[in-house]
């Protein structure tokens, strides 16, 4: 069974240019998540879909953040302008269903903000 | 601010040695997780214990909940080089939280 995928792994940028991450959840997964860790903190998620509705977006900054999980499987997270605190490792969850599930992790994506 | 937090935020042992690590959280959960991240690397699951259970074993690996306290415990016995990573609790409940993690290091 594949993993989850996640792309690119790494991407520097510099402040208020734009970039946008990928990420495939396990086939079959309902739910999906993303969280950013930032060096020395535990994952915070970002937001969480169910099928391709949002069930949590409360922690994302939705003045700068924006995703979207079109038909239900492959999401996509785009940060524009991009700041320097922005600097994380951004990660991608997928489970089977939403609750009392074990969440299975991608890779992440390593972003650095100059 | 997160909902869990682990103690200690550090631990160094050596190899064969018993790791214990702590997770105190804030409201009411459904489940707790703990996950571990060796470095640069995604996070694995490792166990997950519901909230009417107390105790729950996984090869070398046993968590305690104690919901009156809101806490949780991992101990992992026999400690190896390769168990070298940090931990992290993770709770359910209306929302999802990670803790703050604890970094633990096995001399061989």
């Known amino acids: 069974e594949a993993g989850v995928a996640q792309s690119p792994r790494y991407k520097i940028i510099e402040k208020r240019q734009s970039v946008a991450f990928w990420c495939n959840p396990i086939?079959?997964?309902?739910?999906l998540y993303w969280y950013q860790q930032i060096l020395g903190q535990g994952p915070k998620l970002l937001i969480q879909?169910?099928?391709?509705?949002?069930?949590?977006d409360s922690q994302l900054p939705k003045d700068r953040f924006s995703a979207e999980r079109l038909k239900g499987v492959d999401s996509t997270l785009k940060i524009q302008p991009a700041k320097l605190e922005d600097s994380a490792v951004y990660l991608c969850a997928s489970s089977l269903r939403r609750e009392l599930e074990t969440q299975y992790f991608g890779p992440g994506t390593r972003l650095l903000v100059l | 601010s997160q909902q869990g937090e682990e103690d200690p935020q550090a631990l160094s042992i050596q190899e064969g040695e018993n790791a214990t690590m702590n997770c105190s959280y804030k409201?009411?959960?459904?489940?707790l997780q703990w996950y571990r991240q060796n470095s640069g690397r995604g996070l694995v699951h490792l166990i997950l214990?519901?909230?009417?259970?107390r105790e729950k074993h996984s090869g070398r690996l046993r968590v305690t909940l104690d919901t009156s306290k809101k806490s949780s415990s991992l101990l992992i016995t026999a400690s190896r080089a390769a168990d070298t990573a940090s931990y992290f609790c993770?709770?359910?409940?209306?929302?999802?939280?990670f803790g703050t993690g604890t970094s633990l290091t096995v001399i061989p």
């Open positions: 214990i519901r909230s009417n259970e």
């Open positions: 409201t009411s959960i459904n489940n």
């Open positions: 879909f169910q099928n391709n509705g949002v069930v949590d």
């Open positions: 086939s079959g997964h309902a739910t």
């Open positions: 993770a709770t359910s409940g209306n929302q999802f939280y």
